[in-house]
């Protein structure tokens, strides 16, 4: 039997920066076992790529959609990616600007 593995971008937007959401969703995405990465953007919205068996990234694609109880996620817009095969989940510390 084949894992389904896949890989997915979402830019979540409303009042997620300043709430603790990159590090809720690194723990969200260890404790899921998902590797990725986590950064702010330069206008307000946060982005996330998550890669894994199928149920672990919707299961971590929905916590998104709420984020930690300070939060208020108005959207959340998903891309398919292609695979990479990363390891661990990281928060980045810089805005980025245009990913």
């Known amino acids: 039997m084949t894992l389904d593995v896949v890989r997915v971008r979402a830019l979540v937007s409303g009042r ?12 969200e995405a260890d404790r ?9 953007r330069d206008d307000g919205r946060v982005v996330l790529e998550a890669e894994g ?7 971590l694609l929905a916590w998104a959609r709420t ?6 996620v108005d959207s959340v817009a998903i891309t398919d990616l292609p695979l990479d095969g990363g390891t661990g989940f990281e928060v980045l510390s810089r805005p980025m600007p245009g990913r």
Do not use: D, F, K
């Open 67 to 72: 984020g930690p109880p300070r939060a208020v």
């Open 16 to 27: 997620v920066q300043g709430v603790w959401y990159r590090e809720t969703c690194r723990q």
């Open 53 to 59: 068996p199928r149920p672990a990234v919707e299961a």
């Open 32 to 40: 899921l076992r998902v590797s990725g990465w986590i950064g702010n």
